[in-house]
């Protein structure tokens, strides 16, 4: 509105109570650094008053923000994880949009003793399983069935014991598990895997080599990524470690081995 002089009148029209027309003061009215703290009504100005902030308006030393008045800023990066020690689905928690999977196979069953030679009456430790490592972009992806590789089964004498077996991700990545042990100081090899970023291979048992003056011991038990191998004369593997070699007393004989340990899987999930 504009401002109107009457001089036959004696009047001023379009002045606000304020003196100024529509008592609107338009930014270019104002002189730079006209406004100060000092004429801001109770020194503070209102959420609905601040439009937009420069960074090159910030200066100085900015005071203690409490964490519970930071609003709208996402959480990023590592924030949960699940484990499987058996067969299951793993099931996006909400907002994850990347995991990391480690897969670990079985261990191998270790060695079991033949009865048949001196030669043959311990013998050597299984191999642990095999790890695969990927990264998976879960955008798409709400759920994945996960196997867990059972242990190998160190046999009875005479038998034969068994490998280790395969721990998946669904079709995304899996770890083979270890090789079995077998008689006259034959280890079992360690497990690989397939269809990882990146593969971490099990150790290899060991040859059975240890005596004393009562007991002829069996080879030890390679390790996974993530368990232990057998080295004791009841002990199974641990997550993928193989099973430790039949012993035999010093009489002759051959005796059982150690179970391997059973595969693993580790997820860490991602936003």
Request: charged letters at 10%; glycine letters at 24%.
């Given at each position: 509105?504009?401002?109107?002089?009457?001089?036959?009148?004696?009047t001023?029209?379009?002045?606000?109570?304020g003196?100024?027309?529509?008592?609107?003061?338009?930014?270019?009215?104002?002189?730079?650094?006209?406004?100060?703290?000092?004429?801001i009504?109770?020194?503070?100005?209102?959420?609905s008053?601040?439009?937009?902030?420069?960074?090159?308006?910030?200066t100085g030393?900015?005071p203690a923000?409490s964490?519970?008045?930071?609003t709208?800023?996402?959480?990023?990066?590592?924030?949960?994880?699940?484990?499987?020690?058996?067969?299951?689905?793993?099931?996006?928690?909400?907002g994850?949009t990347?995991i990391?999977?480690?897969?670990?196979?079985?261990?191998?069953?270790g060695?079991s003793?033949n009865?048949g030679s001196?030669?043959?009456?311990?013998?050597?430790?299984a191999?642990?399983?095999?790890?695969?490592v990927?990264i998976?972009?879960?955008?798409?992806?709400?759920?994945v069935t996960v196997?867990?590789?059972?242990g190998?089964?160190?046999?009875?004498?005479?038998v034969?014991?068994?490998?280790?077996g395969?721990?998946?991700f669904?079709?995304?990545?899996?770890g083979?598990?270890?090789?079995?042990?077998a008689?006259?100081?034959?280890?079992?090899q360690?497990?690989?895997?397939?269809?990882g970023d990146?593969?971490?291979?099990?150790?290899?048992?060991?040859?059975n080599?240890?005596?004393t003056?009562?007991?002829?011991?069996?080879g030890k038990?390679?390790?996974?990524f993530?368990?232990r191998?057998?080295s004791?004369?009841?002990?199974?593997?641990v997550?993928?470690?193989g099973?430790?070699?039949?012993r035999?007393?010093?009489?002759?004989?051959?005796?059982?081995?150690?179970?391997?340990?059973?595969?693993?899987c580790?997820?860490e999930?991602y936003?």
């Open positions: 509105m504009a401002i109107v002089f009457d001089s036959d009148a004696g001023i029209t379009g002045l606000s109570v003196g100024l027309p529509d008592g609107v003061v338009d930014a270019d009215t104002l002189a730079s650094n006209s406004v100060n703290a000092a004429k009504v109770d020194g503070t100005i209102v959420d008053e601040v439009t937009s902030l420069a960074a090159s308006k910030l030393a900015l923000i964490g519970a008045s930071l709208g800023i996402p959480v990023t990066g590592l924030t949960s994880q699940q484990v499987f020690t058996s067969s299951g689905t793993w099931t996006k928690p909400t994850i990347k990391k999977v480690y897969v670990c196979g079985g261990g191998g069953g060695g003793g009865s001196w030669t043959q009456w311990t013998a050597g430790g191999g642990g399983g095999g790890t695969a990927k998976i972009d879960v955008t798409s992806i709400s759920s196997t867990i590789g059972a190998g089964v160190s046999n009875n004498v005479n034969a014991s068994t490998a280790g395969t721990s998946s669904g079709s995304h990545c899996s083979y598990g270890g090789g079995a042990g008689a006259q100081h034959v280890p079992g360690g497990g690989g895997a397939t269809g990146y593969i971490i291979y099990g150790d290899s048992g060991t040859k080599s240890q005596h003056s009562t007991w002829f011991y069996g038990g390679g390790a996974s993530f368990g191998g057998a004791g004369t009841t002990q199974p593997g997550q993928g470690g099973g430790q070699g039949a035999s007393p010093d009489t002759g004989g051959g005796s059982d081995g150690t179970d391997g340990g059973a595969g693993f580790l997820v999930e936003k």
